[in-house]
Nanobody, 122 residues
Framework: QVQLMESGGGLVQPGGSLRLSCAASGRFFSINAMGWYRQAPGKQRELVATTTSGGSTNYADSVKGRFTISRDNAKNTMYLQMNSLKPEDTAVYYC????????????????WGQGTQVTVSS
């Protein structure tokens, strides 16, 4: 089993930055793919970014050039650096992980965190 815990959410003004963290415990060595989803009120869950143990990354068009996903295997932690934040980035952000990148991208990951709220507002 793998447990995921997000942190780093909060309230930030437009144009500001936040860094989300996702700490993993348990059988971390079994995880190939990790990523971040977000869900805004009244909207469908959206895949934001993914990373694999091989180092490949992928981003939603809406966040390309502004968000950076990274992974520190020594600390069993994944990060999402969010810059130039916009009000439309407001959402609950969820960390997720799975052995299969395909499962993760389809929203059928085995492991999910509890979510952290990000609010972008002046």
């Amino acid at each position: 089993q793998v447990q995921l815990m997000e942190s780093g959410g909060g309230l930030v003004q437009p144009g500001g930055s936040l860094r989300l963290s996702c700490a993993a415990s348990g059988r971390f060595f079994s995880i190939n793919a990790m990523g971040w989803y977000r869900q805004a009120p009244g909207k469908q869950r959206e895949l934001v970014a993914t990373t694999t143990s091989g180092g490949s990354t992928n981003y939603a068009d809406s966040v390309k050039g502004r968000f950076t996903i990274s992974r520190d295997n020594a600390k069993n932690t994944m990060y999402l650096q969010m810059n130039s934040l916009k009000p439309e980035d407001t959402a609950v952000y969820y960390c997720t992980a799975d052995q299969s990148l395909s499962n993760l991208r389809s929203g059928h990951s085995d492991y999910w965190g509890q979510g952290t709220q990000v609010t972008v507002s002046s």
